[in-house]
């Protein structure tokens, strides 16, 4: 069967925020061997949290009922639960109902995830490669950034340059230890 996009229709889906999500999940499911093309599953970036009860009323159950997973950060975990429970993907949720229901979350987000999992060196080398180096060393020495924690100067440097997120979120993915996966980004493709 085939959606009206003339896209085929999917077996699963997985609700991401945005397109460094994507990127990552897509990422780790190739390099944990899995073609989720050919499975019928969909990574489908919905350009915020708060557009997933629009996604969730299309492919859940009142929609084309496929099976669902999501992930999300701290800060948009509320979002998500609201919209769980009112397109009647689940009632009464905590976070371990919504993980049940293959919707995980990101402490903080994703680059907090990732920056724990790889550790602050490892980064760094991702960042030296990227040729970013001299750029996160000027970063450090604002005034602002004196005195933080160097995960939390790793992860606000992440974000602070438009597209750094986007190419940044595989090359991590790409250098994590795969026995060390943030258990996040593991539990919506396994439930997938």
């Not at 009922?65 to 948009?76: Q, Y």
């Not at 609201?82 to 919707?103: H, N, P, W």
């Amino acid at each position: 069967m085939t959606l009206a996009d003339g896209s085929p229709e999917p077996r699963g889906v997985v609700l991401v925020e945005g397109v460094s999500d994507h990127l990552a999940l897509a990422t780790l499911a190739e390099r944990r061997g899995r073609d989720l093309e050919a499975e019928g599953v969909q990574i489908i970036p919905m350009g915020g949290a708060r557009n997933v009860r629009r996604y969730l009323e299309r492919y859940g159950p009142h929609g084309l009922d496929v099976t669902l997973a999501g992930l999300c950060d701290a800060r948009e975990e509320d979002d998500f639960r609201r919209a769980l429970e009112r397109t009647g993907v689940g009632s009464d949720l905590d976070r371990a109902k919504m993980e049940a229901l293959g919707f995980y979350v990101c402490v903080a987000d994703l680059e907090a995830e990732l920056i724990r999992a790889l550790g602050p060196s490892e980064v760094e080398r991702v960042i030296a490669a990227e040729g970013e180096l001299g750029s996160f060393r000027t970063f450090q020495q604002q005034p602002a950034q004196q005195g933080r924690p160097h995960e939390a100067q790793l992860r606000r440097f992440l974000g602070t340059k438009g597209g750094r997120k986007i190419r940044s979120a595989p090359l991590l993915v790409a250098a994590l230890d795969l026995a060390r996966v943030p258990r996040p980004l593991d539990g919506v493709l396994a439930h997938v």
